[in-house]
Antibody, heavy 121, light 110 residues
Framework: EVQLVESGGVLVQPGRSLRLSCEAS????????MHWVRQAPGKGLEWVSGITWNGGNVRYADSVKGRFTISRDNAKKSLYLQMNSLRPEDTAFYYC??????????????WGQGTLVTVSS | EIMLTQSPATLSLSPGERATLSCGAS???????LAWYQQKPGQAPRLLIY???NRATGIPDRFSGSGSGTDFTLTISSLEPEDFAVYYCHQYGDSQGALTFGGGTKVEIK
């Protein structure tokens, strides 16, 4: 059974940093690209970032480019999102999502349950 | 970036009725790289349809997807009580830009 478990979401002040983690199980992690998708409370879905199976290529939404960094550790079957210079508009549930290929084009066939990041003073 | 517009924003229907949800793209979506997800309150999204018309594993055949180019449709042939939820379309055909989602359609009980 595929499982994606996010962690690291907390209440943080604007301008601070935070690192999210996603631990994967139930599939061959290093065969697939992985992504982060966020959802502000009561709002729609927004793709944030994606990474190839080996970390060799990454892509970001314009809203986070230059502030967020996606990475992965295949030995640990884990995906990460380093979030710097956080803003109130980054407040959201952050979902880890599995791609269906080693990179693009891809939809998301499995999602974690999400971790809540709240940016507020 | 390809923008997706979903309509209507809310659909009020009764169990047993047919639901038709639309998703329009601002530019051509290559190879019909469009997916549909269902999301219930407090839950993660669940994949329903990929490549515009293919049902994901375990999805009942009352769900069907159609369309190509810039116009796509999700149809639920006969609503079951568990189908009342929010539905999102998602394009993944933009080779250079962002992956994008529509704003969602809420299917509520009339």
């Amino acid at each position: 059974e595929v499982q994606l478990v996010e962690s690291g979401g907390v209440l943080v002040q604007p301008g601070r940093s935070l690192r999210l983690s996603c631990e994967a199980s139930g599939f061959t992690f290093d065969n697939y690209g992985m992504h982060w998708v966020r959802q502000a409370p009561g709002k729609g879905l927004e793709w944030v970032s994606g990474i190839t199976w080996n970390g060799g290529n990454v892509r970001y939404a314009d809203s986070v480019k230059g502030r967020f960094t996606i990475s992965r550790d295949n030995a640990k079957k884990s995906l990460y999102l380093q979030m710097n210079s956080l803003r109130p508009e980054d407040t959201a549930f952050y979902y880890c999502a599995k791609g269906t290929l080693d990179w693009l084009p891809t939809y998301f066939d499995y999602w974690g349950q999400g971790t809540l990041v709240t940016v507020s003073s | 970036e390809i923008m997706l517009t979903q309509s209507p924003a809310t659909l009020s229907l009764s169990p047993g009725e047919r639901a038709t949800l639309s998703c329009g793209a601002s530019r051509y979506v290559s190879s019909s790289y469009l997916a549909w997800y269902q999301q219930k309150p407090g839950q993660a999204p669940r994949l329903l349809i990929y490549d515009a018309s293919n049902r994901a594993t375990g999805i009942p055949d009352r769900f069907s997807g159609s369309g190509s180019g810039t116009d796509f449709t999700l149809t639920i042939s006969s609503l079951e009580p568990e189908d009342f939820a929010v539905y999102y379309c998602h394009q993944y055909g933009d080779s250079q830009g962002a992956l994008t989602f529509g704003g969602g359609t809420k299917v509520e009980i009339k």
